[in-house]
């Protein structure tokens, strides 16, 4: 899983949790996750919101927003790689 997984932890407020259908806390950690964009699974690191309350994962928009950015910047150096190796092929 990684040396950084789940070590950096830190605690939302006013995060809502759809299974407690309220506004709560969540704590957060880092996670190795694998993001599909256009049939291309990238692998990278994320953080994952859970509600302090039932224990269930969570969607802050500024969190998922995040996972997504570092997830578009490997499928970017991904696609840049695969160019280059279909140059180099020629």
Same mark, same amino acid.
């Given at each position: /899983?990684?040396?950084?997984? $789940? ?17 709560? =806390?969540?704590?957060? %950690? /880092?996670?190795?996750?694998?993001? +599909?964009?256009? $049939?291309? =699974? ?9 509600? %302090? =309350?039932? $224990?269930? =994962? ?15 910047? $490997?499928?970017?150096?991904?696609? +840049? ?7 180099? %092929?020629?």
């Amino acid at each position: /899983m990684g040396l950084l997984a $789940g070590v950096f932890k830190a605690v939302l407020t006013n995060v809502y949790c759809c299974e407690c259908d309220d506004y709560l =806390e969540a704590t957060t %950690k /880092m996670e190795v996750m694998t993001t +599909k964009i256009k $049939g291309c =699974e990238i692998q990278h690191f994320g953080t994952v919101a859970k509600c %302090k =309350e039932c $224990g269930k =994962e969570v969607y802050p928009t500024r969190t998922t927003k995040e996972n997504m950015d570092k997830a578009m910047v $490997g499928y970017e150096w991904l696609q +840049k790689e695969i160019a280059k190796d279909k140059k180099k %092929k020629r």
